[in-house]
């Protein structure tokens, strides 16, 4: 079933976004582009007068009640972006009635479904290594079931529209589905949108075909860089990860960000992209730091050549250079993961080299999907985000679809 072929009139629709908006100290909303990406979805129910039970994680509250990741503060947002009063349901294993109670054009939010362990279906409290740790994965399991099925009787059609959890077996993105058959459930809009960009880079590769994978760290993207060397021309290496191989190639790295452990990992990964006839672009130099700090002082210098008590934080210009030449050759682009600490205003160059590089890409016909929060909060710092050809709401989301893994939200709902 598509969400335009469904006619909500009268239907009870429990809809999964994506709300985990970042909220200041006082609990304001700093960045409302999740809201907004679910609203067509949202919309397109009210308009046919059915009645929405929206439901979303925020943070990471661990199973527990925590009024710093209640939903209860967005309340007035949603309702302000729906144009429309927006009831509250303060526990959502515990909405039967106010959902029942619901009339067409009405709109419910259930609170932060990770209030419950059963959500993430993971045993709380307890260590892996404990050997009753099998027994208590499984009463949890038996639990997420249980809670799902709640969720579920709340609503008589489904809908999917968080592709930022797609990639998890929540009780809410996957096993809720079970409980509804093939006509009275499926994705939304969103969702829609962010499988056929996905779709777009995998089955219609312009080639040359580059990826830019930065962040701080090799071990936490390794899956998707080995992957990636299948299918990729050029692969561009930068942000933290850059200082692991520098090291790994008998450098001295002062003290920047560097996994030793990931050593032979990094010189596997050059190997690799040797025989698979991969153009491996790492930086070459980097602009260093005297401290972890905006104002720290800095200089330029060799990524093999960094003093004791300096640390690479961005990019140098030689490395900008060569970055943004090899994206500007190119016909598909993929983005994840700053290439310096961005989040400080004197470390953004190397990031902004790379953005600028790809809106030019874009400009002469490219097609360019960035996703992941840091790197999607680049190019808004920039506000470059609608000259890229897209920009997806999924970090590992994204990743783990174009590693060609079956994402069991999507898995769920078509089978
Ligand atoms: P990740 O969560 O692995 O995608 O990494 C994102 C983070 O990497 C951002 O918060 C950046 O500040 C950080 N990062 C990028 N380059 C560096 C660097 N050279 N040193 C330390 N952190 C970095």
């Given amino acids: 079933m598509t969400i335009d072929n469904y006619n909500f009139k009268n239907k009870k629709a429990i809809v999964r976004v994506d709300f985990n908006v970042p909220l200041d100290e006082n609990g304001n909303i700093t960045d409302d582009t999740r809201i907004r990406g679910a609203l067509p979805t949202l919309k397109k129910i009210l308009a046919d007068d059915g009645s929405l039970?929206?439901?979303s994680h925020m943070g990471k509250p661990k199973g527990k009640i925590n009024p710093k990741m209640s939903l209860k503060q967005i309340v007035p947002a949603v309702a302000k972006a729906l144009g429309t009063d927006v009831e509250f349901a303060p526990d959502a294993a515990d909405a039967s009635e106010a959902a029942a109670a619901l009339k067409p054009g009405q709109?419910?939010?259930l609170e932060n479904?990770?209030?419950?362990?059963e959500e993430e279906g993971k045993p709380v409290g307890i260590d892996k290594a404990d050997p009753a740790y099998e027994a208590a994965k499984k009463e949890m399991k038996e639990k997420q079931k249980e809670f799902a099925k709640k969720l579920a009787s709340y609503a008589d059609v489904y809908v999917n529209d968080a592709?930022?959890?797609?990639?998890?077996?929540?009780?809410s993105t996957a096993v809720v589905?079970?409980?509804f058959d093939a006509d009275n459930k499926m994705l939304g809009y969103l969702m829609e949108k962010e499988v056929t960009a996905v779709d777009n880079i995998l089955s219609?590769?312009?080639r040359p075909f580059t990826a830019i994978m930065g962040g701080s760290k090799v071990s936490t993207k390794i899956g998707i860089i080995e992957n990636l060397m299948d299918k990729v021309d050029n692969l561009i290496l930068c942000g933290g990860m850059t200082y692991t191989f520098a090291k790994a190639k008998?450098?001295?790295?002062g003290n920047s960000i560097c996994e030793t452990d990931k050593l032979d990992l990094a010189l596997d990964i050059m190997r690799k992209a040797q025989e698979k006839g991969v153009n491996l672009v790492l930086g070459t130099d980097c602009v260093a730091a005297d401290d972890f700090s905006n104002d720290a002082n800095t200089k330029v210098c060799s990524v093999m050549d960094i003093p004791e008590g300096w640390e690479g934080l961005d990019a140098g210009p030689e490395t900008r250079k060569l970055f943004a030449d090899t994206i500007r050759g190119s016909k598909t682009i993929l983005w994840n993961g700053p290439a310096g600490v961005f989040e400080f205003d004197n470390f953004t160059a190397g990031s902004r080299a790379i953005a600028d590089a790809i809106v030019e890409a874009t400009a002469n016909g490219a097609f360019s999907l960035v996703g992941g929060g840091d790197s999607v909060a680049c190019v808004n710092k920039f506000g470059l985000a609608d000259k890229v050809s897209y920009v997806s709401t999924g970090g590992g989301a994204l990743l783990e679809a174009i590693e060609g893994k079956v994402l069991p939200g999507i898995a769920a709902i078509k089978g």
Avoid: E
Avoid at 113 to 117: A, D, I, K, S, Y
Avoid at 250 to 253: L, Q, R, S
């Fill in 53 to 55: 039970i929206i439901m």
């Fill in 107 to 109: 709109v419910l939010l």
């Fill in 113 to 117: 479904l990770r209030f419950h362990p």
């Fill in 163 to 171: 592709f930022g959890t797609a990639h998890r077996k929540h009780a």
């Fill in 177 to 179: 589905a079970d409980y």
């Fill in 204 to 206: 219609n590769i312009k």
């Fill in 250 to 253: 008998g450098g001295n790295v």
